[in-house]
């Protein structure tokens, strides 16, 4: 009753359609239905809802949800609202050419805001390698891709947001104005205010994607030309590749996988004609951006198998929306909607190789049900300021296991497995001394939270009381309890 008479412009609904969406995301892991969904029309809709939260009597929290991509209920609540972001696109994507930037809706996906800028002929500099994920979403964690190295993740190439703090205070923030809010909110994990704009930093959009992959067998050769190519971020542009990344492949069967059709279907490559003896092979993939004025051939010294060299040219928008196709592909099979228990973790280079040995060579035992993305970064290029948390490394690697819950009759493909092995990988990294932090994080223990925030979890925690001194945003990430099941303060 008190969210009715709040006047709102958008819809706030109890349709069951709407509830069981917002009950769900894309780990479907685990479900919990809210007591209300708000479909806002405008920020100023999501900062009435907030303020209504604050002050009300009874308690209730208010967790903001994109597109659903969390994996463990990020976004989920069971004792209020979830703001339906996505869907309803309350400020249209407004360009500005002549200062190269963009502002759109927290809720916009970033498939549209690149849609947007194409039309003028400018694109964001960093992506994440799916695009069909909200602003604010990839904004609250860091968002990341093969282009992470050069410009830094998303959160870096942010310059001014509008955000509904905890208090239900509507503020405007940037470097130089709010730039507690600001720094707080970039790579906040949505605890600190809902984004409802951002203004996006564009650079001129390539025509096209040379893209090129090469196949290893040794790990340690694979990762020092990974690290050798990230280090050529400062040169001029005709001397460095504008993506890399790289995965492992620890089945005995095909190269293919759902995150590209870039190999054939009726030529696939097997690790078996490669010489490897069936053991595991590893696949560096960089890209370089070209226009029909600037095409030209690529040519590295780099150590990778001889006549593993596969290279494809497409246009730049196929090649960032890549993953989209197999999405496609899988949903027609019903691969699509399982359970994906993933794990990424940010692995310190030094103690690379290690992980290599003992996950990739010990633990997954030669199979998996997934992707396993493996590239380095370079922390220079992440703002210590924002609340993102990386090794303390000057080089350090994203290691995703992007694995399904396939079929539950076979044990490797099982849910269950999948998680057990999570937390094997998890426990031998703490008994090895590899000091990894968890990206796109979950811990259930406010004391798990505090050993992955370091040092950084006093100013944390200290924003935290400034911006959302009730707790009430983002409760379904499990680092602070509200203050209504905890105290009987209440707001003033």
């Known amino acids: 009753m008190e969210l009715l008479r709040?006047?709102?412009?958008?819809?706030?609904?109890?349709?069951?359609?709407?509830?069981?969406?917002?009950?769900?995301?894309?780990?479907?892991?685990?479900?919990?239905?809210?007591?209300?969904?708000?479909?806002?029309?405008?920020?100023?809709?999501?900062a009435r809802v907030v303020k209504a939260a604050y002050g009300s009597a009874h308690g209730f929290t208010v967790s903001a949800r994109g597109h659903g991509h969390s994996i463990n209920g990020q976004a989920q609540t069971g004792k209020?609202?979830?703001?339906?972001?996505?869907?309803?696109?309350?400020?249209?994507?407004?360009?500005?050419?002549?200062?190269?930037?963009v502002d759109v809706w927290g809720g916009e996906l970033w498939i549209d805001v690149l849609k947007s800028t194409l039309e003028h002929g400018l694109a964001p500099k960093s992506w994440t390698d799916y695009l069909y994920l909200s602003v604010g979403g990839t904004l609250s964690n860091a968002g990341i891709?093969?282009?992470?190295?050069?410009?830094?993740?998303?959160?870096?190439?942010?310059?001014?947001?509008?955000?509904?703090?905890?208090?239900?205070?509507?503020?405007?923030?940037?470097?130089?104005?709010?730039?507690e809010l600001f720094y707080a909110v970039l790579g906040g994990l949505g605890q600190f205010g809902i984004i409802t704009r951002a203004r996006i930093a564009l650079e001129p959009a390539p025509q096209r994607v040379r893209w090129i992959r090469v196949l290893y067998s040794n790990f340690m050769a694979f990762t020092g030309d990974q690290e050798y190519l990230i280090s050529l971020h400062d040169r001029p542009a005709s001397q460095k590749f504008d993506y890399v990344e790289g995965f492992v492949i620890v089945d005995e069967g095909l190269i293919n996988n759902w995150r590209s059709s870039f190999f054939s279907p009726?030529?696939?490559?097997?690790?078996?004609?490669l010489g490897s003896n069936g053991s595991i092979l590893y696949c560096l993939e960089i890209t370089k951006n070209y226009d029909e004025s600037t095409a030209d051939t690529v040519d590295q010294r780099l150590n990778f198998i001889p006549a593993s060299v596969f290279i494809t040219d497409l246009p730049y928008l196929d090649f960032l929306d890549r993953v989209h196709k197999a999405e496609l592909k899988l949903r027609t099979k019903g691969l699509w909607e399982v359970p994906h228990p993933w794990l990424n973790l940010f692995v310190p280079k030094s103690r690379i190789g290690d992980f290599d040995k003992?996950?990739?060579?010990?633990?997954?035992?030669?199979?998996?049900?997934?992707?396993?993305?493996?590239?380095?970064?370079?922390?220079?290029k992440?703002?210590?300021?924002?609340s993102a948390v990386t090794p303390e490394e000057d080089v350090f690697y994203l290691v995703a296991l992007l694995?399904?819950?396939?079929?539950?009759?076979?044990?490797i493909h099982s849910l269950e497995y999948l998680k057990k092995q999570n937390r094997e990988i998890l426990r031998f990294c703490n008994d090895a001394g590899i000091r990894v932090k968890q990206y796109l994080p979950h811990y259930t223990s406010q004391e798990e939270w505090m050993e992955h925030f370091g040092d950084g979890w006093d100013r944390f925690y200290q924003r935290k009381m400034e911006f959302d001194p009730r707790k009430i945003l983002a409760t379904g990430q499990q680092i602070?309890?509200?203050?209504?099941?905890?105290?009987s303060t209440m707001a003033s």
């Open 6 to 46: 709040l006047g709102l412009d958008g819809q706030l609904t109890v349709d069951p359609a709407d509830m069981e969406v917002a009950s769900l995301d894309f780990g479907m892991l685990g479900k919990i239905e809210p007591l209300a969904v708000l479909h806002p029309s405008s920020a100023q809709d999501v």
């Open 80 to 101: 209020g609202v979830v703001v339906q972001m996505s869907g309803s696109r309350a400020v249209p994507p407004r360009v500005v050419v002549g200062e190269r930037y």
């Open 145 to 179: 891709s093969g282009q992470a190295f050069n410009h830094g993740p998303q959160i870096n190439n942010v310059h001014e947001l509008d955000v509904v703090t905890g208090k239900g205070e509507l503020l405007t923030c940037s470097e130089e104005k709010n730039s």
């Open 266 to 273: 009726r030529n696939p490559v097997k690790i078996s004609s």
């Open 358 to 380: 003992g996950v990739f060579k010990g633990i997954l035992g030669n199979k998996t049900s997934g992707p396993i993305l493996v590239y380095p970064m370079n922390k220079n």
């Open 382 to 386: 992440w703002d210590r300021r924002s």
């Open 403 to 411: 694995r399904s819950a396939l079929d539950d009759r076979e044990e």
């Open 480 to 487: 602070f309890r509200p203050n209504y099941l905890t105290s």
